[in-house]
């Protein structure tokens, strides 16, 4: 049995597809780890799954959104959401609902920002003391797993940062994981207009600001081929 967000969300839909062209429409939420959605669709009948973390949205913004992978699904390119959508998105009511589920998906995380040797917070500290980031209040947190090849990760979404626990080690010195992180919150302060962390000319400028930024490289690069 549909519950009543489900019933929403499939008149939502089932509207807009009407407007497309499409008699039969069938929309339901899921439980994805990143905001997606996903479709099949045969002659005049199209089924979504749609990503859960939209539940809380008014209906305005779920129609948008649905006008949105309708235009993605006819002409095929990548889905752009309007004004409306994007406000959601960026909203503080988004985030505090939506953070938490979203921790709790992603597995290979440690949830605190405390490691063994590292803390987090007071990198996030004095990267802050050296006039390097404004970011407010992002979730910090290690992982669980010691990647050596993907040693930070952000969601810009859900301003959660993840580093490599493989970087929290007596044996590596502090400003290594530093300039992970502080890469990390770059793609904080320069992908919210877009929601995406992009490697532009302006992210390696700002990288590049990082005082022994070359050392830290040179360092991911041996651990990278585990030469440590």
């Excluded at 497309?20 to 099949?40: D, I, N």
């Excluded at 979203?102 to 605190?112: A, H, K, P, V």
Aim: glycine content about 6%; charged content about 30%; hydrophobic content about 35%.
């Amino acid at each position: 049995m549909e519950n009543g967000t489900d019933s929403r969300l499939q008149a939502i839909f089932e509207g807009v597809g009407k407007e497309c062209g499409y008699e039969f429409v069938e929309a339901r939420y899921y439980p994805f780890k990143e905001l997606k959605s996903t479709w099949s669709r045969n002659r005049w009948k199209v089924t979504f799954r749609i990503s859960d973390y939209l539940e809380g949205s008014e209906d305005a913004v779920l129609g948008d959104f649905a006008e949105a992978l309708f235009r993605r699904m006819e002409k095929g390119n990548g889905t752009v959401y309007g004004e409306r959508v994007m406000r959601w998105l960026k909203s503080n009511n988004f985030l505090s609902r939506n953070q938490p589920l979203y921790l709790e998906r992603s597995r290979n995380l440690s949830l605190s920002p405390e490691g063994g040797y590292y803390d987090l917070e007071n990198s996030l500290d004095t990267l802050r003391d050296m006039d390097l980031v404004e970011v407010d209040d992002p979730y910090l947190t290690w992982t669980r797993g010691a990647n050596m090849r993907r040693v930070g990760y952000c969601s810009v979404l859900m301003k959660v940062i993840a580093v490599s626990s493989a970087l929290d080690s007596p044996q590596v010195p502090d400003f290594v994981h530093q300039y992970v992180l502080y890469h990390e919150l770059i793609h904080l302060e320069t992908g919210r207009e877009t929601l995406s962390p992009r490697h532009g000319r302006e992210f390696r400028r700002r990288e590049r600001m990082y005082p022994r930024w070359e050392e830290a490289e040179s360092w991911l690069r041996r651990l990278a081929s585990s030469k440590v």
